[in-house]
């Protein structure tokens, strides 16, 4: 599917907030392939953070973490708003989880913006 990045980003938001954490990592995916900067790195931070609810949910804690922690790592350098997400609300939540937290239900909070 060859949609636009704002199109992929609100569909994979809305498939990790109904908890369809695999169908969200596979939605950003698609878009991450064809983005650069800040975008990519918004991408692989939002399917880090997929892949490691799916590792917790199995079980695999410590693959888990190692997730959470790439995410963060990935999330922290952009700015408390990016591309519509609120990355500032997103990460505590991450480093929540990370470190073995329940935290709230994951959401990930997003106000999609005109693309140009």
Same mark, same amino acid.
């Given at each position: 599917? #060859?949609?636009?990045?704002?199109?992929?980003?609100?569909?994979?938001?809305?498939?990790? #907030?109904?908890?369809? $954490?695999?169908?969200?990592?596979?939605? $950003? %995916?698609?878009? $991450?392939?064809?983005?650069?900067?800040?975008?990519? @790195?918004?991408?692989?931070?939002?399917?880090? *953070?997929?892949?490691?609810?799916?590792?917790?949910?199995?079980?695999?804690?410590?693959?888990?973490?190692?997730?959470?922690?790439?995410?963060?790592?990935?999330?922290?350098?952009?700015?408390? +708003?990016?591309?519509? +997400?609120?990355? @500032?609300?997103? *990460? =505590?939540? *991450?480093?929540? $989880?990370?470190?073995? @937290?329940?935290?709230?239900?994951? *959401? +990930? +909070?997003?106000? =999609?913006?005109? %693309?140009?």
């Amino acid at each position: 599917m #060859n949609s636009g990045f704002q199109e992929c980003l609100a569909e994979g938001v809305a498939l990790f #907030n109904a908890g369809r $954490w695999y169908e969200a990592h596979e939605r $950003w %995916e698609d878009a $991450w392939r064809r983005e650069s900067g800040e975008r990519r @790195g918004l991408l692989q931070g939002l399917i880090l *953070v997929a892949a490691g609810l799916i590792k917790r949910g199995a079980g695999r804690a410590e693959g888990a973490r190692t997730l959470f922690t790439r995410a963060l790592e990935r999330l922290e350098g952009l700015p408390a +708003v990016c591309e519509g +997400v609120d990355v @500032g609300v997103l *990460v =505590p939540q *991450v480093h929540q $989880w990370r470190d073995g @937290g329940a935290g709230p239900r994951p *959401v +990930v +909070v997003f106000r =999609p913006m005109q %693309e140009a």
